[in-house]
């Protein structure tokens, strides 16, 4: 089981941007697939974003398409979420995983974004 550790996180206004990190131990990173989820205060954890292993596709939420970045740096076992035009609705804690377990899952980043 692989160690995820997201980083990035923090308060920003209305329009403004964020990227976050999540960088992997181990050396199976870039044998799978990666995604963003969140969870909003009293709201189910959701999907936000995944890239495939091979980076060649990519699956976004229809609330973030067109403002949200996923990417990964295999050399570095890490991904990232590039948000822009961030919205209070945006607010929540994120989490990255790894779809090699159910269990590779981030302690997750607080984003809050004010009015």
């Known amino acids: 089981q692989l160690k995820l550790v997201e980083s990035g996180g923090g308060r920003v206004q209305t329009g403004g941007s964020l990227r976050l990190s999540c960088a992997a131990s181990g050396k199976l990173f870039s044998d799978y697939s990666v995604a963003w989820f969140r969870q909003a205060p009293g709201k189910a954890r959701e999907f936000v974003a995944m890239?495939?292993?091979?980076?060649?596709?990519?699956n976004y939420a229809d609330p973030v398409k067109g403002r949200f970045t996923i990417s990964r740096n295999d050399a570095k076992s890490t991904m990232y979420l590039q948000m822009n035009s961030l919205k209070p609705e945006d607010t929540a804690i994120y989490y990255c995983?790894?779809?090699?377990?159910?269990?590779?899952w981030g302690q997750g980043t607080q984003v809050t974004v004010s009015s």
């Open positions: 890239i495939n292993w091979n980076a060649f596709g990519t």
């Open positions: 995983h790894l779809f090699s377990s159910p269990l590779n």
